[in-house]
């Protein structure tokens, strides 16, 4: 070997080795404006890096005309579409764009093109594009400026519906187009408000079944004429109990409809609503539990539903007018969702998430009850020992039993008792479930700790009445609920719990930043992600289509007794009182939480002298989407815990 360039390699081994302990440190990537939030350690991101190195795969559809799956998964910084041709097979990528696509639907009338939703910058102003098969072109198909929102396929599959906010900037119309002929595009039916969704065509398309939402606990159905855009209310308005309709599908003799609904009940069940009575049949009354989704087979005689049952996901495949269910095949434990039956019936496609696997794509032939499993999703960190959830239930302050799910670190690795993160939903209507916890596994693994995912009241799944404990004035017994989780902490031998950090995302934003401002002394620090500090301001500035939604859940700011008890309990009113270091996580083009909910409450913190990080994404929304960084979040987290929780 010549003895020059031997040297020359040893001296490019040394500069490199030089340049590494020089960068021995990470900086924020461009897109994250970064404050008070100290250099990152290279080891850090090193050690914590695998654990955000996984990816997941989520069913799309099918392809109309062969077994083929289209799913969204990610190989590059966001998730995009994919063809898995067989069982196992490998994910050929179709987009490419720097924002996610997670849900594209084929025409169904040949597979020649798909059409997908997508936004910019994660705020949430959603547009409808055609994706050709062939030639890999993409063309947009609405305007560019509202917020659209995809719909089902007539019946004949040449024409489908959507809602747009295009005629007012607020309300969400309801809107037909052939993809193939963006020329056909028109407005079908004007509507008010932002919480109208069409579920359904009828099997003649001279219907659709639309759906308005006035808050979790009560919305209507409607049917509109295909041709004149009339509508025609399918439910009563004026019935003294209130009723929430989830999803729906006419039968295929277009005499009724299967919905899912509260009405008369605690849970939404399964039921069939005949057409000419009024009258619904209930399915699922034996089942105490909600059914979360359901779909109906392509030929309408068998019809797969999902029960959620303390946080996991039952399958459940019934012919059409039976009770009884069909013989399945065991399935993974966890949570599972996104039902599509393949054009012949036969075939059912879902996915299913839990704590060990961070979600893949599976299909059972019901007939024969062969399972077949699409995708195998990796990750660098092996799952096999990560912690199962363990239920957990506490007394909170009025007696009320609520419950989460708790994940211990390994005991062989950690001694002694151990800090708790508590993780809160958002929602509020949303529900903690057993589902795989990526990053936190570091906590859990590396770091010793302990993780609890509560569902106070106000969470769904547990019942109607249990959903509606928070609502209005009611909204502090919510606080109370994890301030009775703090004391049930103190009485565990291996929690520690003069070491507890709260955080969460959205209303857990809010509920952490409440946590931190009206029990302070109970905990050692917190990590607020995209909350509202103030519910009156948050309220003002979320956009106009959800606005009305919303105030139904909070309280309306416009009347004075709610706005004096909303700016009570802002926590922005009473920054005085978090004595806590707290991160601050927020997006830019935020349309759910507004970015200034943050900013302000950032710069009340400084005021006050509270240690205050915080971080803001120039080219996200409502919580992070691209890997680099959901990556740098977690770092910043990371160090966060280990300078003022675990010290």
Known sequence: MNKKWMMACVAVLLT???????????????????????????????????????????????????????????????????????????????????????????????????????????????????????????????DGKARNLMGPWSTKGDTLAYMSTRRTGKDTDLWVMNPADPKSDHLLTKLEGGGWEALDWSPDDKKILLKEDLSINESYLWLVDTTSGEKTALTPRDAKEKVSYGEGEFSKDGKGIYVTTDKESEFQRLAYLDLATKQPKYLTTKIPWDVDAFRLSHDGRRIAFVTNEAGAGVLHVRSTGSESDAPLPKLPAGVIGMLHWQHDSRELGLAIVNAR?????YSIDVPNGKLSRWTNSEAAVKTDAFPEAELVKWKSFDGREISGFLYRPPAAKFAGKRPVLVVIHGGPEGQSQPVFLGRGNYYLNELGIALIYPNVRGSTGYGKTFSLLDN?????????????????????????????????????????????????????????????????????????????????????????????????????????????????????????????????????LKKEGTPAWYLMATDEGHGYRKKVNQDFQFYATVEFLKQYLLK
């Not at 859940?553 to 706005?563: A, H, I, N, S």
């Not at 004096?564 to 802002?570: H, R, T």
Request: glycine content about 10%.
């Open 472 to 604: 209005g004035f009611q909204r502090q017994d919510t606080y109370k609920d994890i301030n009775s989780l703090f004391d049930w902490i103190g009485a565990q031998s291996d929690l520690d719990a003069s070491r507890i950090c709260v955080t969460g995302g959205s209303y857990g934003g809010h509920m952490t930043l409440a946590i931190s401002t009206f029990y302070s002394d109970r905990i050692k620090c917190s990590v607020d992600i995209v909350g509202m500090s103030n519910l009156v301001t948050f309220l003002e500035h979320t956009e106009a289509y959800r606005r009305d939604l919303r105030r139904v859940e909070y309280g309306d700011e416009r009347d004075p007794k709610m706005r004096d008890f909303l700016e009570k309990i802002a926590p922005m009113n009473h920054v005085d009182q978090i004595k806590k270091p707290m991160l601050v996580v927020a997006g830019k083009n935020d349309p759910r939480v507004p970015v200034s909910e943050s900013v302000q409450i950032v710069a009340a």
């Open 357 to 361: 696997g961070p979600g893949d794509v």
């Open 16 to 142: 490199g080795a030089s340049l590494l302990a020089q960068e021995a440190a990470l900086g924020p990537p461009e897109s994250i404006v970064a404050d008070g939030v100290p250099t990152i350690s290279a080891a850090v991101a090193e050690s914590a890096g695998r654990y955000g190195a996984y990816r997941s795969a989520a069913l799309a559809d099918w392809n109309p005309t062969k077994r083929e799956m289209l799913i969204s998964t990610r190989f590059g910084d966001t998730p995009q579409l994919h063809l898995v041709s067989t069982p196992g097979g490998a994910r050929r990528q179709l987009t490419f764009f720097p924002d996610a696509v997670t849900n594209g639907r084929y025409h169904p009338n040949g597979g020649d093109y798909i059409v997908f939703m997508k936004d910019i910058g994660g705020g949430e102003w959603y547009q409808l594009y055609r994706y050709e098969l062939t030639t890999g072109d993409v063309m947009l198909l609405t």
